[in-house]
């Protein structure tokens, strides 16, 4: 019943910018925390960013003072804007929430289709 539609990826040149997003539909009564993976070919999938409902964020040690976290609880949408990007940022990144849907008690952990960032030298 849920969907986490995550906007494209592309190709970016070192040092540029590039802004992804995330959107969740269907019969949602609740939106918890929202976050971001990303998982480069050959490695495990890793912990990005997240952001909680009231807006606290968290971020992984690699992207600090680079990528930015945010949400838009009337659009359902979370984003992520990635500046200064690295050749080590390459990955397909992946959109995660905890949403909890109507009619239903128990939070369950979604996620999006996963899209492709890739960043030249």
């Known amino acids: 019943q849920v969907q986490l539609v995550e906007s494209r990826g592309g190709l970016v040149q070192a040092g540029g910018s590039l802004r992804l997003s995330c959107a969740a539909s269907g019969s949602i009564f609740s939106i918890n925390a929202m976050a971001w993976y990303r998982q480069a070919p050959g490695k495990q999938r890793e912990f990005v960013a997240a952001?909680?409902?009231?807006?606290?964020?968290n971020y992984a040690d690699s992207v600090k003072g680079r990528f930015t976290i945010s949400r838009d609880n009337g659009k359902n949408t979370v984003y992520l804007q990635m500046n200064r990007l690295k050749p080590e940022d390459t990955a397909v990144y992946y959109c995660?929430?905890?949403?909890?849907?109507?009619?239903?008690?128990?939070?369950?952990?979604?996620w999006g289709q996963g899209t492709q960032v890739t960043v030249s030298s």
């Open positions: 952001i909680t409902s009231g807006g606290s964020t």
């Open positions: 995660n929430a905890g949403i909890r849907q109507i009619g239903v008690l128990n939070e369950d952990d979604y």
